[in-house]
């Protein structure tokens, strides 16, 4: 799946959500505090990653903190798009993000893919 030409939203401040729709799938960037407060924009960014068929990649890379509330936005996009029979990636996960898959046992449980950055 390519990227978009579109600038990098992790200039802007704080934190935040945004689905692009690609040719051949969803790409879902998440950046800076992923937390209670971006609950609204999780909504809307995982309505409009579900409307679009194809693959969903999740690119974490630009996350800096995640709270119960990102990380139940990632673990609720991974089961709706499963449940529609469609593949799902997280990419470049920071290690705060294993790290809280480790423990809470949940490492190995979702597919990940780590590129050259």
């Known amino acids: ?13 704080g934190g935040g959500l945004e689905a692009v729709d690609l040719a051949a799938g969803t790409l879902v960037r998440m950046w800076g505090d992923v937390d209670a407060g971006l609950r609204s924009q999780a909504s809307a960014v995982m309505a409009r990653a579900m409307q679009h068929g194809g693959p969903v990649v999740i690119d974490a890379s630009g996350v800096e903190f ?3 509330s990102g990380l139940a936005f990632i673990l609720q996009l991974l ?3 499963r449940e529609d029979h469609r593949k799902v990636v997280l990419r ?15 490492a190995g449980t979702i597919p990940m893919e780590f590129t050259a950055r």
């Open 1 to 13: 799946m390519s990227e978009p030409d579109q600038d990098e939203p992790f200039d802007r401040p």
């Open 66 to 68: 995640l709270d119960s």
């Open 79 to 81: 089961k709706a798009a």
């Open 92 to 106: 470049d996960p920071p290690t705060l993000v294993l790290d809280m898959f480790e423990l809470l046992g949940l």
